[in-house]
C-alpha cells in the first residue's frame, strides 16, 4: 500500500492492482465493490459451457461477477473503471460487454459532465431564476452550480431525476434533452427541495450536458442496488 499525491492510494486485491481514494467516504458514487468470489470447491464446472476442470482445464474467476469459468469463457481483458482497476482485467462474456459499454461513459460523458453546461436554475418553487454553470465535481459526488451565488447537490442525495425534452419529435424519434428535474435532499434537511434546470444559451452543449446526465442516473440507481 503506497500513497500518491491527490489523495488516492494503490491497494492489491486478488483481482488486481486498485487505485482507490484514501478515504473510502470519497469513493465515486459510481463506484461498485469488487464481488465475492464463488468458492473454488463450489464450481467444479465452468459456468458457462460446463466444462470440468481437471488439472489442464484451469479455473479463472471473472472480476466483475466472482462467477467461475474455463480460460475460454473467461479470457477477455477489459477496462473496469467501476471497481478502481489500473489495467483491464479478466471478465466472463456478459461483463465484458457491460464494462465496454461503461468505458465509453468514462470516456465520453464524464468528460461532458466534469466540462460542464450553462443553465437557468430555479429553486423549489421560487419566481426567480438565476443563469449557473453546473457541473461534475473532479471526485464525481457533487453537482456544483455557480452563477452570482454558489451551492452544490450531492449526488447521493438525489431522490429522482427527470430529464426534459423539447417535445418535437413526434412518432419516436429521440427528443433533444432541454432541461432537468431533480428532487434531492440537501445536507440537514429532511425535506426534499426541487431543483429545475434549463438550457441556457448554448443550447447543444447544455443538451450534450444533460444526455451524459442521463446515463449517470443508470450507473448511480445500479450502484446503490448492489
Ligand atoms: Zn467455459
Ligand atoms: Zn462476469
Known sequence: MSAVPDGKKLVRSPSGLRMVPENGAFNSPFSLSEPQW???????????????????????????CGRCFCDK????????PRMCFVDPVRQCAECSLVSQKESEFYDRQLRVLLGGGTFVVTLGTSEKSETMTSRLSNNHRYLFLDGESHFEVELSRISSMQILTDGTSPGGATSRPTGMLLHYRPMGSQEAQQLRMEAADDKKVASLWLAAMHKAAKLLYEARDQ
Open 38 to 64: 464463488v468458492p473454488d470447491k463450489e464450481c467444479p464446472r465452468c459456468m458457462q459451457c460446463d466444462t470440468k476442470f481437471d488439472f489442464i482445464r484451469r479455473k479463472h474467476h471473472c472480476r466483475r
Open 73 to 80: 469463457c473467461c479470457s477477455r481483458k477489459v477496462a473496469l
